[in-house]
């Protein structure tokens, strides 16, 4: 029988052809609930219901998240909750206009973005409240994505115990192109088959096969069914968009600035892209933390394969709109830039978000990833990691202008940047909208960010506003560049003993042949990757040109050691070059203007003070931790015995200093063959006072109390949002273990070394640690 529309509850209305007596009569009911039982995030979302013969009821929930359908024909329904959000939040309001990759957000993604988890791991309920009020075997645990049309944009299933019954679906009736779709909206465009099917779907019915099963939640007639909605919540670090540096932002970066040595992760990795969509499961990636993992709420720490301890980052819950993005990929929403024919034209997230030259006529071997949240742009460059392409472009210091700006800079980290500079203008192009650009990167990485980050300082179109951390980085421009880029803020983190920072030494220029100085030393490459660079570096004649120069704010780690298994890390700005500049000292001493390669060789030893996981991650969480401690207790940053033994340390070096001086004065010829001994006098000079100002600002931070800015940055005015995430964090045990590092020192141990530690002296028979030789 044909019958018009007409009401089936307070909030049903039906169409299309029912082929049973409504006197047959058949009722469902649902309710939509959030983990702690509760219906009222999910009240007035207008839902469908289709049933065994096509016929679609619009149903809006009411207070409870709780809707009926009566007079159904009999079998099961299949619940559809997509409408697209039409509220004045304006984050979602541009997602869904923004003209690039436009988001088809519904009212019911809004409203489970505004749940929050029971638990706060984000791991499933196994007894939720309003399960009791379920018929049997009509409870089950329900995604956003699993309810709507369009879900490229949407995190994957998560782990859970009681999953929809898929096996209801296939109770439905196969779709036949004899049969009458119709949907009761008569404001849509298309109120028939399209209104139901996707093009996809259309296809097969137009070629006469059955369509897939619809999309939606299947339900059992005559049942009441409660399903609880999975929060739309993601994971994303705690990133501070403060320009001053902060302890958080320092060990954050450090974790990110590694991550970019992984791959994008995307399969599948072609292009173009044939498949209908993509996924990010290998582990650990730049896709899988950022496409997969994070937005599905898991805790991740790995960010490189070999990495065995776990170094947890601060992570805050937000909306999951708030996410670290990475785009969607859906040829049928976005067929203008997702659709295979488009070859190599063709977008797709690895091609977005991860930049690597590697096959690329010419290559710079140059890679970077980049994705954003609505208040932060994160840009990441990779540093030295292949032999061949990396070293030769490490040992390319032929200084060239830099077209952008003022001055001269390294031809070979200026090639990356100028490569990687038109992958992030596009991505600008498309998703900046006036963040915060928060860049980074590790070692050959760093000169690569450094120049970049200045670049799109310079760069008209978007003046955004930049903050750079970088560790370990070489220097990568003349005194000119860096005068130039004062402007652009710049926190520089230098290990100690990291002999990458000294080079491009300040008395290098270049070499003119890089191929064939890379020739002759690829053996000791192969073999060293640091100790290759280094040989390269030694290679090098000051020629032409302005020295060569550190652009930024430079924090150092200082080892503090007292005795045999006590050591402690100081991270301050040391004024003399020194502690600063690793070789400096030592070019004071040097031979016919070449630094002396015995003692530089020393240095290489310790090359694994240059590498992310095993030195610079966990001095940057050491120093987290400590700094969390001092504003925890309101003491120092420094505590008295490492202020006793630094200071007594400075005045053994001006000794020495004192005594090369000395040296020079009695026997120039042995210390200077082609420069003025009074202008090697005068560099020890400069050196001594720079001790003297070194001396100065440890006593500064000795009386320093750190504050909340100091250690939080821009999350110093959020204390209870500091407390959420720093619960997750402490709640991984590895964050709760005394670190050496972090902590105070132990006392002396006997009484020669209380004396020495109480004086700045030198205990008797102990070893000295650290002296004018520990530098170079």
Request: net charge negative; hydrophobic share 40%.
């Amino acid at each position: 029988m044909k019958i018009e529309p007409l009401a089936a509850s307070d909030t049903a209305f039906m169409s299309g052809n029912i082929h049973a007596c409504p006197r047959r009569t058949h009722s469902t009911s649902f309710q939509l609930v959030d983990e702690f039982g509760d219906g009222k995030p999910y009240a007035g979302l207008t839902c469908e219901i289709i049933d065994y013969e096509d016929t679609v009821y619009s149903l809006k929930l009411n207070a409870n998240g709780f809707a009926k359908v009566d007079n159904h024909y009999c079998g099961p329904l299949v619940l559809k909750v997509s409408r697209q959000y039409e509220g004045s939040d304006t984050l979602y309001k541009d997602f869904i206009k923004r003209p690039h990759y436009p988001l088809p957000i519904t009212e019911l993604q809004v409203s489970a973005e505004k749940t929050r988890f029971f638990h706060k791991t984000g791991a499933r309920t196994q007894a939720n409240p309003a399960k009791e009020q379920a018929d049997t075997d009509a409870y089950c645990q329900v995604e956003v994505s699993e309810l709507v049309k369009h879900i490229a944009h949407l995190p994957p299933l998560a782990a859970r115990r009681d999953p929809p019954n898929r096996a209801v679906h296939k109770l439905m009736r196969p779709a036949a192109k004899s049969r009458n779709f119709t949907v009761f909206d008569k404001t849509a465009a298309d109120c028939g088959m399209h209104a139901i099917l996707s093009p996809a779907e259309m296809a097969t019915v137009e070629l006469g096969f059955s369509p897939p099963p619809p999309k939606g939640i299947a339900l059992l007639p005559n049942k009441h069914h409660v399903m609880e909605v999975r929060p739309m919540r993601a994971l994303r670090p705690m990133l501070s968009t403060g320009d001053e540096f902060c302890a958080l932002n320092l060990y954050q970066l450090s974790l990110i600035a590694t991550l970019s040595y992984t791959d994008f992760g995307q399969k599948p990795n072609t292009q173009p892209v044939t498949s209908d969509s993509v996924n990010f499961t290998v582990e650990p990636s730049i896709g899988h933390w950022f496409g997969h993992a994070l937005p599905q709420f898991d805790e991740l720490w790995k960010v490189d394969a070999t990495q065995s301890k776990k170094y947890f980052p601060l992570y805050e819950e937000v909306q999951y709109s708030k996410r670290l993005e990475v785009v969607p990929f859906d040829p049928d929403l976005y067929p203008e830039v997702n659709d295979p024919a488009l070859g190599d034209e063709q977008e797709h997230p690895a091609r977005l978000h991860f930049f690597d030259d590697r096959k690329r006529v010419p290559s710079t071997d140059t890679q970077a990833f980049i994705c954003h949240h609505d208040d932060v742009i994160l840009i990441s460059v990779r540093g030295t990691s292949e032999i061949r392409p990396d070293g030769l472009r490490d040992g390319d210091a032929y200084q060239v202008p830099f077209a952008e700006g003022e001055g001269k800079v390294h031809r070979g980290f200026y090639g990356g940047a100028l490569a990687a500079f038109p992958f992030v203008q596009t991505y600008l192009d498309k998703f900046y909208r006036g963040q915060k650009l928060l860049i980074t990167g590790h070692s050959l990485g760093g000169a690569v960010a450094l120049i970049l980050a200045e670049m799109l300082r310079r760069d008209k179109r978007f003046s955004p506003d930049i903050v750079l951390y970088t560790y370990g980085a070489p220097r990568a421009g003349d005194t000119t560049f860096i005068e130039s880029a004062k402007a652009l803020v710049h926190h520089r983190i230098v290990n100690q003993n990291d002999p990458v920072p000294s080079v491009p030494a300040t008395w290098m220029n270049t070499f003119s042949k890089p191929k064939e100085m890379y020739a002759a030393n690829v053996g000791l490459l192969a073999l060293h990757p640091v100790g290759g660079f280094a040989f390269l570096i030694l290679g090098m004649i000051n020629l032409l040109g302005d020295d060569y120069g550190h652009h930024g704010d430079l924090r150092h780690f200082m080892p503090v050691t007292f005795g045999e298994g006590h050591k402690s890390s100081i991270l301050w700005k040391p004024g003399c070059s020194t502690i600063n500049d690793h070789g400096c000292a030592k070019a004071l001493r040097a031979i016919n203007g070449l630094p002396d390669r015995v003692s530089f060789f020393r240095q290489l030893l310790a090359a694994g003070q240059h590498f992310m996981v095993n030195s610079y991650i966990p001095g940057c969480w050491a120093s987290l931790r400590r700094w969390q401690e001092a504003l925890q207790l309101k003491r120092s940053l420094v505590t008295h015995r490492e202020f006793e033994w630094v200071s007594g340390v400075l005045d053994n070096i001006e000794k020495q200093l004192r005594a090369v001086e000395r040296g020079i004065r009695a026997h120039p010829s042995a210390y200077v063959r082609h420069q003025e001994r009074n202008d090697k006098t005068a560099a020890l000079n400069n050196e001594i006072d720079k001790i003297k100002m070194t001396q100065a600002r440890l006593v500064a931070l000795r009386g320093q109390r750190v504050t909340e800015v100091d250690v939080y940055g821009s999350y110093a005015d959020q204390p209870e949002w500091v407390e959420e995430s720093l619960l997750r964090w402490n709640a991984h045990t590895e964050n709760l273990v005394r670190e050496q590092l972090a902590m105070i020192p132990p006392a002396a141990e006997d009484h020669d070394a209380a004396i020495a530690a109480m004086t700045g002296g030198h205990a008797v028979g102990a070893p000295f640690q650290l002296d004018i030789d520990s530098f170079i």
